[in-house]
């Protein structure tokens, strides 16, 4: 019996130790099978749950806890714990979904928005949950995963609206794009909208090659242009036209490579565009184009467009003939200023700024200057280019005065005799009365000689006032062009006003400005303008009144008075209480030959007018009927300050100085008798008078080697020989080129007069000049 115990017992351990090894082996092995499912859940970021019918109870995963925010420790364990992790507004939904379910034995696949209960955030759920069922397919339980599928979501969201996005895109242009594979086969297109495009729907064209589905000519050009990506890579684009529904379309397409997800080129990307409107808009600006050129090319005037900088970019035919230049010489290397004489081109510098700032400023005059040097009289009217709204030129308008000015330069001369007429009385009278007080004291002294020091005091007084009214009267004897130097026009006023009222019974109201700016002028031009105006004011008056001349400074803005630029400038003001002028007449009074005076010739005013525009100011009137009228002139100041402006001061004149010899050229044999008679009276002076300039030059030669000349004084006009002063002193410098010389003359219209330093003199005697005139000039140009 013992032994079967034996054997029973150790029959029992052998399989106790068995089924322990096999027990051992299946823990193993459900180990092994625990840490896989823990890893597929943890790698696909899935996690596990199930739970039966019989009770509230509910195993989750680990990977599930954590995908719900939980701590390891703080499993779920009960079904409605776990259902109130569910968002509150899909857990009903949710509910009625398992149940259906678990009505159906059919597994549920759905979306439920949960909260993380660590973070707080909404996040998105997918579960797949299935029904476990007994041996008999009853339902007995529930089993299922859960994924996080928020990230998902917002990626699937973004690509829906992108999407939205793309598709409402295309729907708002008008190409339209195909995409074509490496075969040249359409294979997809966006944008079906824009039919007008095509003669053929754009379904049409897929899985076609072009040449099935394009017009050959077209189905060409398309093969060499692929064929020319292929090469280089570069993009491509050519145009074509075609009749569409009875209509031409012109339309533009542009080919480039299409490169797939990971950046290869899987075909080309062509895009179709419909620029038919613009290519008629370029068609009829084209046509626009050509008929305003022909139009320019047809005007009597010369037309030129230039930029900002003043770089020349358009000119008409006329512009060519008038200035003699080439279209390539405009275009190439020609500035606006170019076309004026030097002495203008700063100021058409300083018009094209004015101009940018303000594009609306009027006409300009200016001296235009031909290649081959020649000038004429031009007026500019410009207007301005836009491009885009912004100014980017002006468009300029030259209009040929010169003939106009040949006119009123006539007028001027017609002018002047009228005046005269005027004038002649009070000029007469007052000769007279200087003629008679000379040849009474003349008479005295023969009759007494004993009085001759006062009577001759009385005579050189005499000569003074004549010499005074000779110079008044030399502005209508005088050349149109302007002599420019620099003036005080109170002075100029004042000498107008002696002159042309003189025996008026209206009283003369004067408010001159004492520190009145300088300026440049022609001095007896401007006088000749003040008696214009000074005669027309007291001829407006048929009863006593009151005529007020007023000078001031004044500041002017861009084209505040006519077309004048911003500067400082001084202003003129001649104002009468006469008859006026009607509304209608203003605007034409600076016409020539219009005249309201019954035996007037209307030449004054124009006068006046071309006088002030000459010296690039202003006129302005103002009247009314049975008030008066008012003159205003602008001029512009002279441009330096005032400490620059030097005055000169009468030297007192020395009773005698070291020997000076003086060379004197004059045609006239009185004047040359005289200086020698000065010569022989006065000791410290010699003066050698010539009426024949060559003789004087052959003499200056010959005294340089003992005694030579200190100063020459040298008529300008020498009547009966071919040569002038000027040319003789041009003789003598070549001897000598420090020699002083003086300008001597009575009357000239030529410009060496007005402006000697010019041409080389040192210095001016006016005659008739008193000894003591003389002999402060001298002193001057000698520094003595």
């Given at each position: ?54 009770d ?50 059919q ?7 949960g ?7 909404i ?15 009853k ?17 699937q ?128 600006l ?27 970019v358009y ?40 101009r ?58 017609i002018?002047?005799?009228?005046s ?30 004993l ?42 006023v ?92 203003i605007?034409?009074?600076f ?41 205003s ?35 006239d044999?009185n004047?040359?008798?005289?200086m ?13 008078s ?35 002063g ?18 001597f003359?009575?009357?000239s ?9 010019e ?9 008739p ?16």
């Open positions: 019996m013992l032994p079967i115990l034996i054997f029973i017992s150790v029959s029992l351990v052998a399989s106790l130790v068995y089924f322990s090894f096999k027990l051992n082996k299946i823990k193993t092995k459900l180990n092994t099978l625990k840490t896989r499912f823990d890893n597929l859940q943890r790698l696909s970021q899935t996690g596990y749950f199930d739970g039966y019918f019989i509230d109870d509910v195993w989750w995963s680990e990977e599930l806890n954590k995908l719900v925010g939980l701590k390891p420790e703080e499993y779920i364990t009960k079904k409605a714990d776990a259902l109130n992790l569910i968002f509150e507004e899909d857990r009903e939904e949710y509910i009625k979904q398992l149940e259906n379910s678990i009505a159906t034995g597994p549920l696949r759905t979306e439920y928005r909260k993380n209960i660590r973070t707080g955030e996040r998105h759920y997918w579960t797949n949950v299935e029904v476990i069922k007994d041996e008999e397919g339902p007995i339980g529930l089993r299922g995963t859960v994924q996080d599928n928020t990230e998902k979501k917002a990626i969201k973004a690509l829906s609206e992108s999407e939205v996005k793309q598709a409402n895109v295309m729907s708002n242009i008008d190409d339209l794009i195909f995409i074509v594979d490496e075969n040249e086969i359409f294979i997809d297109y966006y944008n079906s909208s824009t039919n007008d495009i095509l003669y053929k729907m754009p379904k049409d064209f897929l899985y076609k090659h072009h040449s099935e589905v394009l017009p050959e000519s077209i189905s060409q050009t398309f093969a060499e242009t692929i064929k020319q990506i292929k090469t280089d890579g570069k993009s491509r684009q050519f145009d074509y036209s075609m009749d569409i529904n009875g209509e031409k379309k012109w339309n533009n397409v542009k080919v480039s490579i299409y490169k797939g997800i990971e950046g290869k080129k899987e075909g080309y990307i062509v895009v179709a565009r419909d620029y038919t409107e613009r290519k008629k808009i370029e068609e009829e084209i046509e626009n184009e050509i008929n305003f050129k022909s139009m320019m090319e047809s005007l009597p005037v010369a037309v030129m467009e230039v930029d900002l900088e003043g770089n020349i000119v008409n035919g006329k512009t060519m003939e008038w200035f003699g230049y080439t279209k390539e010489e405009f275009l190439s290397s020609l500035k606006t200023f170019d076309l004026v004489v030097p002495s203008q081109r700063m100021l058409i510098k300083e018009n094209l700024k004015s940018i700032k303000n594009p609306d400023l009027g006409p300009v005059e200016y001296t235009g200057m031909k290649k081959n040097g020649e000038n004429f009289d031009v007026i500019l009217f410009a207007s301005a280019i836009k491009t885009n709204e912004e100014l980017s030129g002006f468009r300029g308008v030259l209009m040929d005065i010169s003939e106009r000015n040949r006119h009123l330069s006539e007028i001027q001369k002018t002047k005799l009228e005269l007429g005027i004038l002649a009385g009070g000029i007469a009278h007052n000769f007279k009365n200087i003629l008679a007080a000379i040849t009474l004291s003349v008479d005295v002294i023969k009759m007494s000689p009085s001759i020091e006062k009577q001759l005091n009385r005579i050189s007084s005499s000569l003074e006032q004549a010499n005074a009214l000779a110079t008044r009267f030399q502005t209508f004897t005088k050349s149109n062009e302007p002599s420019l130097q620099t003036v005080n026009v109170n002075d100029i004042v000498n107008a006003v002696e002159i042309a009222l003189a025996g008026s019974s209206n009283m003369t109201n004067m408010n001159l400005d004492n520190n009145l700016f300088p300026t440049v002028a022609d001095g007896k031009q401007l006088n000749e303008v003040f008696l214009n105006l000074l005669i027309n004011a007291n001829q407006a008056m048929t009863s006593s009144g009151i005529i007020t001349i007023t000078t001031d400074n004044v500041t002017l803005e861009n084209n505040e008075i006519q077309n004048l630029l911003a500067g400082e400038y001084i202003r003129i003001v001649i104002e009468d209480e006469g008859v006026g002028i009607e509304d209608d007449a605007e034409e009074i016409t020539p030959f219009y005249t309201t005076k019954k035996d007037g010739q209307g030449l004054g005013l124009p006068t006046v007018y071309y006088i002030i525009k000459n010296h690039n100011g202003a006129i302005t009137v103002e009247s009314e009927v049975n008030k008066g009228t008012k003159f002139i602008y001029l512009k100041r002279l441009e330096q300050s005032e400490d620059k402006i030097k005055t000169i001061e009468k030297k007192k004149v020395k009773k005698s100085f070291a020997k000076t010899r003086v060379l004197l050229v004059d045609d044999i004047i040359t008798n005289s020698i008679d000065i010569a022989e009276v006065i000791t410290d002076i010699e003066i050698h010539f009426n024949n300039p060559i003789k004087a030059i052959n003499f200056f030669k010959e005294s340089l080697t003992n005694n030579p000349i200190d100063v020459a004084i040298l008529d300008m006009t020498l009547v009966g020989y071919e040569i002038d000027l040319d003789v002193l041009n003789e003598i410098r070549k001897l000598d080129p420090n020699i002083k010389a003086l300008v003359s009575g009357h219209s030529k410009p060496v007069v007005s402006h000697y330093h041409f080389g003199f040192n210095g001016r005697l006016e005659k000049c008193s000894f003591y005139t003389l002999v402060e000039t001298i002193n001057d140009v000698l520094g003595s």
